[in-house]
C-alpha cells in the first residue's frame, strides 16, 4: 500500500526531450507538491496543489508544467529538456496547506544526456 | 524569508552511541512547525520527528529526541543507541502556520561506524 507513488523512477533522456513524470497519493490529502533535489542534496519547492488549484509555482521555468487532473494525482511536464534539468523530483502530499506533515514518494531521478 | 541551516555539512558516530545534529532557522514568525526529514540511500524521505513551536515540551520518538530552543532559534536531533539503519541524510525543516511550504536545510550526512 504505496501512500505517495511516482512514475518512473529513472528516467535517461537527451537534451531537447519532452519527458513527463507521474505521481499518485492513495492518502485522500488536499494538497499536493514538487520538489527538486540537485545534485548537493538541497531540496526545493517547485509547485504545489491544493484541491486541483495552482497555489505555489517558485520561479520555475516555463518548460515544466504541473497538471493536477484530480485530488489524488500531480503530474510534472517537461519540455525541452536541459542538462541542468538533471536532478531527483519528489513528489509529496499533505492533509492540507499549512503546518502538516509532508509525505514524500520515492523520487524520480532524472538524467539528461 | 525564512532560512534554515544545518551547519555540520557529515558527521559520524560508533555504533549504540550518541549523536546530536544541529539546526538553525531564521524567522520572523511566532508560530510555525519544525520536522526533521531521513533520506537513506535508498532515496525516500522518511519523516523521522515533528515540533510545533508553540509546545515547550520537546518532541521525541523513541530514539530521536529534539532540543528545542526558541529563543535561541535552534533545533537539533539527538540520537540515541545508534544503529547501522540510521545512516542516511538528515534534513531540518520548517514551515510557518499558514505557509505553503518546507524550508529545508542542506543536510547532513550521518555515517554509522560499527
Known amino acids: 500500500d504505496t501512500a505517495v507513488s511516482q512514475t518512473p523512477k529513472y528516467l535517461v533522456t537527451q537534451m531537447g526531450n519532452d519527458k513527463s513524470i507521474k505521481c499518485e497519493q492513495n492518502?485522500?490529502?488536499?494538497?499536493m507538491y514538487w520538489y527538486k533535489q540537485d545534485s548537493k542534496k538541497f531540496l526545493k519547492i517547485m509547485f504545489s496543489?491544493?484541491?486541483?488549484?495552482?497555489?505555489i509555482n517558485e520561479t520555475v521555468p516555463n518548460r515544466f508544467s504541473p497538471k493536477s487532473p484530480d485530488k489524488a494525482h500531480l503530474n510534472l511536464h517537461i519540455n525541452s529538456l536541459e542538462l541542468g534539468d538533471s536532478a531527483v523530483y519528489f513528489c509529496a502530499s499533505s492533509q492540507g496547506v499549512g503546518a502538516y506533515e509532508q509525505y514524500f514518494g520515492p523520487g524520480t531521478r532524472l538524467t539528461v544526456t | 524569508a525564512q532560512t534554515v541551516t544545518q551547519s555540520q555539512p557529515e558527521m559520524s558516530v560508533q555504533e549504540a552511541e550518541t549523536v546530536t545534529l544541529s539546526c538553525t532557522y531564521d524567522?520572523?514568525?511566532?508560530?510555525?512547525?519544525l520536522f526533521w526529514y531521513k533520506q537513506p540511500p535508498s532515496r525516500q524521505m522518511i519523516l523521522v520527528i515533528r515540533?510545533?513551536?508553540?509546545?515547550?515540551q520537546n518532541a521525541t520518538e523513541n530514539r530521536f529526541s529534539v532540543n528545542f530552543q526558541k529563543a535561541a532559534k535552534s533545533f537539533s536531533l539527538k540520537i540515541s543507541d545508534s544503529q547501522l539503519g540510521d545512516a542516511a541524510m538528515y534534513f531540518c525543516a520548517y514551515i510557518g502556520q499558514g505557509a505553503q511550504k518546507l524550508v529545508f536545510g542542506q543536510g547532513t550526512r550521518l555515517t554509522i561506524n560499527p
Open positions: 524567522t520572523s514568525e511566532s508560530d510555525y512547525y
Open positions: 492518502l485522500g490529502h488536499d494538497t
Open positions: 515540533q510545533e513551536a508553540y509546545k515547550q
Open positions: 496543489y491544493n484541491n486541483k488549484e495552482l497555489i
